[in-house]
């Protein structure tokens, strides 16, 4: 039957119930859902505990009797539980949602790429070390960060437009900072890289991503940038999940000025997913069909599944995106200021 889903009570539905939404509990505070049941079980019987969300830090308790709910609520909500390490818990009463079709969105996460089966993807375990990644870390941190809805970010060499998704190729920002020059060096050293002699990184995008903020499904703007996209991953781990989208076809060649973000990728029903788990001081390398064909993805999760095991994310993950602009579009913005 699958576990019951529930929601918190709202204003004009019944007070009582079995259920209890219960805020500041669970595996993400350090609190297991046997010692949850065992602190709760001493009100009455308990039909389980529950996740509540993804987050990992709200549960649902669900009691067989109303009345054992209701002496719980009024014995632990706001004040600390001794069976909880004194841990101070927010409850409120919790409805029990009519059932749905449920559809098992979950996919294996793979720890190497090469068991992704996808042409132009590598991942590169430990390309810096504990100190480099301490001393990149403190470099972008004594410099000044641009603040996004959600995360902030950093751009070298050329600014990336979130409005028009291109690069403003009338203002360089200069030559890409002196702290990456080992990073790219190591890069252009890759064995599996065509033409690494010719490649030329000259854009850099540092993005700090906040506990649950992650990425929606793009491609990165074949106008803007060309060839490869590299991504240093630095602080703390998290999922990246790749899709192909079979209605549409591989165009590395096209003019497109977006990111070819698609917007409901979850009702598409022909699409190739693929997740692979992206550790600290690991680099990401994306290359011909990987680059141009799949959609890449990091949920907003603050708690990432990694088949039976959950991995928090740690308080911020910053990562380091080298790639090279369009000299196309270079030359195309030269001639619009000549004219």
């Keep these: 039957m699958g576990v019951p889903r529930f929601r918190r009570s709202k204003a004009g539905d019944a007070q009582l119930s079995p259920n209890l939404y219960v805020a500041n509990c669970g595996p993400a ?6 010692d949850i049941q065992s ?3 001493s009100f009455g019987n308990l039909r389980g505990v529950y996740a509540a969300d993804e987050s990992g830090a709200r549960v649902i308790v669900s009691y067989v009797e109303d009345t054992c709910a209701e002496a719980a609520l009024k014995a632990l909500n706001g004040r600390p539980c001794p069976l909880l390490g004194g841990r101070s818990l927010h409850i409120r009463y919790s409805v029990l949602q009519p059932p749905t079709p449920q559809v ?5 996460v793979s720890f ?6 996808i042409p132009g993807l590598y991942l590169l375990r430990d390309f810096v070390s504990a100190k480099e990644e301490e001393e990149l870390l403190a470099a972008v941190d004594d410099r000044p960060w641009k603040n996004l809805s959600k995360r902030r970010v950093q751009h070298y060499g050329y600014e990336f437009s979130y409005e028009t998704r291109n690069v403003n190729t009338r203002q360089c920002l200069g030559e890409l900072p002196s702290f990456v020059s080992n990073i790219i060096g190591r890069i252009l050293s890759f064995p599996d890289l065509d033409d ?4 030329v ?3 850099l995008t540092v993005n700090e991503y906040p506990p649950g903020v992650g990425l929606s499904p793009h491609i990165d703007t074949h106008s803007a940038f060309e060839g490869l996209i590299c991504s240093l991953s630095l602080a703390g781990p998290c999922i990246m999940e790749f899709r192909r989208y079979l209605e549409g076809a591989w165009l590395p060649d096209a003019a497109s000025s977006t990111d070819m973000k698609v917007e409901n990728p979850d009702n598409c029903s022909s699409v190739l997913r693929r997740a692979v788990y992206l550790p600290p001081r690991s680099m990401l390398l994306l290359s011909g ?8 993805y990091i949920p907003h ?10 991995i928090r994310r740690g308080s911020r993950r910053v990562s380091f995106t080298f790639r090279k602009k369009d000299i196309e579009i270079v030359v195309l913005g030269k001639l619009a200021e000549i004219l």
Excluded at 29 to 34: C, I, K, Q, T
Excluded at 196 to 199: E, I, K, Q, T
Excluded at 301 to 310: C, F
């Design 29 to 34: 505070v350090g609190l297991s859902y046997e």
């Design 104 to 108: 098992n969105n979950s996919i294996p």
């Design 196 to 199: 690494s002699a010719s490649l």
């Design 201 to 203: 990184l000259d854009q």
């Design 112 to 117: 190497e790429a090469s068991e992704l089966n």
């Design 301 to 310: 999760h603050k708690i990432d599944m990694v088949n039976d095991n959950a």
């Design 39 to 41: 602190a709760f079980g």
């Design 289 to 296: 069909e990987a680059r141009y064909a799949w959609h890449h």
